[in-house]
């Protein structure tokens, strides 16, 4: 919103600047021609004229006539000159025409001084022989004859600085009402994108300037809705389907076990059948285990596993599962090891043990199966401070081959064809995201995975507004 706001007084700033300037590019023009005007007046000899008058002087036969040059000097461009006596009589011409050549009543003189003489326009002018008459050509001067109100000019001389603030609160104010207008506009255009981020229902309604961007994003937030629907008819339809499968799996399985088991007891076997139960009880335990991670993985998805928190000691828990580990078959093959330094097990988790034992067993069979036997396992646990928060850093590894690199690929989120099975690492990527924690894959002389977990100091906040 905050952007919306700053787009309309962006937009009320620069309407109001394009009227300013639109105001000052005419008063520029006005000033242009007026000058111009002034220019081309001056050049066409109308401005001297006021000095030809001065420039009259007594004659050989007593008469007034003008300096020499003068009539050159300032006549250009005029259609003819005359100077009248006090009495009304031309006592001297200059291309006079001759229906104008006579002598001029007062009136005559009055009304030629205000107005035209014929089709003329004149300029009349005083000097000590008499009334200087400077005609110009037809239609070059337009002459207005006007006068004021002393008052009224007062009033407008002193309004005139009023009218322009006038002026310019009526340009702002129309300014600002066009930008509410926009504002609102785009207010509902904003509402309505931050709905759809947030994946909610958009309902903006379609009028003024905005109408089609409005139609646009009623159709986008329609079509999101109903792929949300989809998505999660068949989300539901997934793990229904696999739970029904787990369910159905689990009574044969447990048959398979408990028959592998009394066979194993069976004296009369030879070792090499024993052996081949003992394969077949391994095999379908983990067929159990990977049963249990898929319907694990599928409950963290859709947070429909619910987090038992409680306080944990993380040196007990990762003693528990690294001692549980060596004494399991997978284990004896491998040699175990745990370096646990005395902070990292004073740590105190708000967890559940339970899901975070489950991460590292996932992690430590893994590094079993994969590897040939005699492979070292390691656990190497220390506590380490994010900013001013305490948190767990444990290193589960081995000196085996390794990550493949399209394993390593998928969990930095890339695209493999075809993708491989990580079912067990994605389950560990999850239980640590649900504990507000972090885990890092990489291959250092054999598989490394870093797994960070917010001691119960650090989590607790964050925690309480936990979904789970």
Not at 18 to 45: D, E, P
């Amino acid at each position: 919103m905050s952007t919306i706001s700053r787009l309309c007084r962006r937009v009320v700033a620069s309407a109001f600047s394009i009227v300013l300037l639109v105001f000052l590019v005419n008063a520029a023009l006005l000033g242009s021609v007026i000058v111009s005007y002034g220019m081309r007046s001056r050049q066409q000899g109308t401005l001297p004229l006021r000095s030809f008058s001065d420039r009259f002087m007594p004659g050989e036969d007593g008469l007034p006539v003008p300096q020499p040059g003068a009539v050159e000097e300032c006549l250009d461009g005029c259609a003819f000159a005359m100077l009248l006596g006090p009495e009304g009589s031309v006592l001297w011409r200059w291309q006079l025409p001759k229906s104008l050549d006579h002598s001029y009543t007062t009136g005559q003189v009055a009304a030629l001084s205000r107005w035209y003489l014929e089709d003329y326009p004149v300029f009349v002018y005083r000097n000590s022989f008499g009334l200087v008459v400077l005609g110009m050509p037809p239609g070059s001067f337009t002459r207005f004859n006007f006068y004021i109100d002393s008052g009224m000019l007062s009033t407008l001389i002193a309004g005139f600085v009023p009218l322009l603030l006038l002026d310019a609160a009526l340009i702002l104010s129309v300014c600002l009402w066009l930008g509410w207008r926009a504002a609102r506009s785009l207010r509902e255009i904003g509402r309505g994108i931050d709905a759809l981020s947030r994946g909610g229902d958009v309902h903006l309604p379609q009028r003024g300037a905005t109408a089609e961007l409005a139609r646009q994003l009623n159709r986008a937030g329609a079509l999101i809705a109903s792929q949300k629907a989809e998505i999660a008819r068949r989300d539901a339809a997934r793990t229904d389907w696999i739970a029904g499968v787990s369910h159905d799996i689990r009574t044969p399985l447990a048959v398979i076990l408990s028959g592998a088991e009394a066979l194993e007891r069976e004296a009369a076997l030879t070792d090499a059948q024993r052996r081949l139960t003992q394969q077949m009880r391994a095999q379908a335990e983990r067929i159990r285990a990977l049963i249990g991670d898929l319907n694990l993985t599928s409950r963290l998805q859709y947070d429909a596993q619910p987090l038992r928190l409680a306080p944990v000691h993380a040196g007990a828990l990762l003693r528990e599962t690294v001692a549980a580990f060596a004494d399991s078959p997978a284990g004896e093959a491998c040699d175990a090891s745990l370096e646990l330094d005395e902070a990292a097990g004073r740590l105190v988790l708000m967890a559940d043990a339970a899901l975070l034992r489950r991460a590292m067993d996932n992690l430590l069979y893994n590094s079993a199966r994969h590897n040939p036997p005699g492979c070292t396992v390691f656990v190497r646990a220390q506590r380490i401070l994010q900013g001013d928060r305490e948190a767990l850093r444990v290193v589960i590894g081995d000196d085996g081959a390794g990550y493949p690199p399209g394993v390593l690929a998928v969990l930095r989120g890339e695209n493999v064809s075809p993708p491989p099975h990580i079912l067990g690492l994605h389950l560990v990527v999850q239980i640590l995201r649900a504990h507000g924690g972090e885990v890092r894959f990489q291959n250092e002389q054999g598989a490394r995975a870093e797994l960070i977990c917010p001691a119960a100091s650090s989590c607790a906040q964050e925690k309480a507004s936990s979904p789970f």
